[in-house]
């Protein structure tokens, strides 16, 4: 296996996380005008996979090159140091939308409680719920996506070790097997106080982080995410067409599951990402990336663009999208605002999360010149004769 690091960032990434970042958020303030015309309303996936598939790219991209160069303590602190960040995030982004959310209930009376944002085990149980929450057993709704990315992380390592030291197709295997024993075994992080598991169960998707570590180790060896052939990639499209008419009219149960199959592999719940939601995701990524119209014109776009900035600083702009939802969620509730002010709210909430990228942007370019070494200026001549001298 011969690993290069990219010579330049990929600015093609970024831009498709910034999409699904944008889709996140509009389809994270439920009823808006605008949610049903996101692209999870058309297949049976959504932008939660998109966002982890490119997830497991970008960390092939960051960390895998120096660790399969023997350079291992820098990849691994690295990874650690990201862990932590991300458990930090998630810490600060549970307790602000709580904080919204608990000021809505005491001012307009929002039904937190009885609806399933799970917040109703935190006041049944508060001195359990407060263990809970630092060891991520305890979330809410629209809370839960990076606990996940923690898991991720810490599984990560493990996935480089089996493509160093055994291959890529024994990593990618091990991340298939791990897929399948939660479905057969059941297996999920346990929700405490709580019952049953997470709702984003990472036993299952690692799999597709696995699949989008797999696809940027290919790139870093110089060969085709995924090698084209044409009838696979007719046969992915038919697919989400069957995908998009089934959601769309509301087929589910119409077709009978499959006795030998377990039960998890074939429902269309978000924490076990069965095989047809699984299969979405793919066909979804095989036919956008071997594109021609789509992908060249994403490579067209500026990498400078609103579009790559806010993908390249994807963790903060998703915090603040995040507390800006739930924000959208009480606008929604206590105001009841028309189908004008809903998309005012969300183009004011969409122009901030760019305006922090920018802000980032800024200051990563500040702080990197004023990194620099200033270059030392050439004698003139008068200064080379005394020097001589």
Not at 46 to 66: C, I, K, T, W
Not at 184 to 200: D, H, K, R, S, T
Not at 305 to 331: D, E, K, M
Not at 368 to 383: I, N, R
Request: glycine share 8%; net charge positive; proline share 7%.
């Amino acid at each position: 296996m011969n690993i290069k690091p990219l010579g330049k960032r990929d600015h093609r990434i970024d831009i498709l996380r910034a999409l699904a970042l944008l889709s996140i958020f509009i389809n994270h303030i439920p009823g808006n005008v605008l949610e049903p015309y996101t692209h999870k309303n058309f297949g049976l996936s959504d932008s939660a996979e998109a966002f982890v598939l490119l997830a497991g790219v970008a960390s092939a991209f960051a960390y895998f090159p120096r660790f399969y160069a023997g350079a291992i303590a820098l990849p691994l602190a690295k990874i650690a140091k990201r862990v932590v960040v991300l458990y930090v995030a998630h810490i600060a982004s549970l307790m602000v939308g709580l904080g919204i959310f608990c000021f809505a209930l005491q001012r307009w009376g929002m039904p937190i409680l009885n609806t399933p944002l799970n917040i109703d085990t935190i006041y049944a149980e508060p001195t359990k719920a407060f263990i809970g929450i630092p060891l991520m057993t305890q979330q809410i709704g629209y809370h839960n996506i990076l606990p996940l990315y923690v898991c991720l992380l810490v599984f990560l390592p493990v996935l480089m070790v089996v493509a160093r030291f055994f291959g890529l197709g024994a990593m990618l295997a091990t991340s298939v097997a791990t897929y399948a024993a939660a479905h057969v075994f059941g297996l999920n992080m346990p929700a405490y106080p709580g019952n049953g598991g997470w709702f984003f169960n990472p036993f299952t998707w690692q799999l597709i982080f696995g699949v989008g570590f797999f696809t940027g180790v290919r790139v870093l060896r110089g060969e085709t995410p995924v090698p084209f052939f044409r009838p696979l990639w007719w046969l992915a499209l038919a697919y989400l067409i069957a995908a998009c008419v089934y959601h769309r009219y509301n087929l589910y149960g119409s077709i009978p599951e499959v006795s030998w199959l377990p039960h998890n592999f074939q429902i269309n719940e978000k924490p076990w990402v069965a095989l047809p939601r699984l299969l979405h995701i793919l066909s979804l990524a095989y036919v956008i990336g071997h594109s021609r119209l789509i992908m060249g014109w994403l490579g067209r776009l500026s990498p400078e663009g609103v579009l790559s900035r806010i993908g390249r600083n994807s963790l903060p702009v998703f915090w603040l999208g995040t507390a800006l939802s739930v924000v959208g969620q009480v606008v929604l509730f206590a105001d009841q605002p028309g189908p004008v002010e809903q998309i005012a709210f969300i183009a004011v909430g969409i122009t901030a999360q760019a305006a922090l990228a920018y802000f980032l942007d800024y200051l990563g370019k500040a702080s990197k010149a004023k990194a620099a070494p200033k270059a030392v200026p050439e004698p003139t001549a008068a200064g080379k004769d005394a020097m001589a001298a």
